[in-house]
């Protein structure tokens, strides 16, 4: 039954990770032809924004080395977006090579974060992504900037708002056009949420730039996805079947399952055009592949339901 609730949007864009987040931190390598058919699945759900790989050190992330391939034999639906993750100018050029139109840089709120995923400082990695963004927005792209350990660092610990909210302006202001929230933990609670997307409000940020992506460690993710909904986020980042983690950060797991979310936004009469069993069946036949269950409370439900073994 759908009730909704005073506050929140109407709609939210749904920012699938599933196929970058999710299978880069896989120990086994996911075959090209698996990785294609998965996306195209995704979009068979009714996904419209699919992150679909990452142009980054292949020695760094050997699960994505194969980007290039990925894309050259990937048929795009229409009115789907495909972005893909670039760290500097090598990864940018290896991605207009593949024809893409969206991209994603990916800064830290920590210093020791940017070391260890980028091999930079914070201001190395700055300086790293100017030329990116400009190039990439000259060329008429759209840039995403995420920025990780926004709740709380495994190697610092708390992670003051200020900090945060300071790394976020300047990757804005470098040119990006959208913002999103990084829980690599998922050690975020719904009120330091609310605080930091306070603080960015109040800092200039519009709410229609921002993205939340949490991590579900802690079982907080959705708690925290409504949070960020009712302080005005309409883009929540999740991934099918909860895949996911980081292998620059061991203590970060799965994103939020995002039929977790759809599940959520769908009792809420929220629209996202996404259909929630199309797309456990597609988290179904994805962790066959991965040859383990999916930690979605919902696939679980859903499976059970339909008398599946998982
Ligand atoms: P580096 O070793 O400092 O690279 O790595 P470099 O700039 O010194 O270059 C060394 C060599 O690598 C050069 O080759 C470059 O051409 C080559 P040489 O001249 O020696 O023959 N190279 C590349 N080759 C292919 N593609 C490239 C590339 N760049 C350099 N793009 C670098 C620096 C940034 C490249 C490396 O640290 C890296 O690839 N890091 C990526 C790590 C990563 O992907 N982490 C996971 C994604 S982030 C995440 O998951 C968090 C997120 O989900 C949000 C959240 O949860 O918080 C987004
Ligand atoms: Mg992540």
New binding site residues.
Partial sequence: MRVPLDGLPAKVTVYE?GAR?GL?NESAVVPVEVKREFITRLAGAGLRVIEAT?????K??PQLADAAELLGGLERAAGVRYPV?V??E??LD?ALDAGVTEIAI?GSATETFARR???RTVDESVEMFAPVVERARAGGLDVRA?V??CFGDPWEGDVPIEQVVSVATRLLDLGCTELSL?D?IGVATPGHVTALIGALLESGVDAGRLAV?F?DTYGQALANTLAALRCGVTIVDASAGGLGG???AKS?TGNLATEDLVWMLDGLGIETGVDVHRLAETSLWMAERLGRPSPSRVVQALSREQGSDQ
């Fill in positions: 990770v987040d880069q990452s142009f980054v050190h292949p760094w992330v993750l760290p500097n090598r990864g290896r990916f995923n980028l091999n995420y990780s350990m990084g690599t992506h991590h980081c292998p620059y970060a």
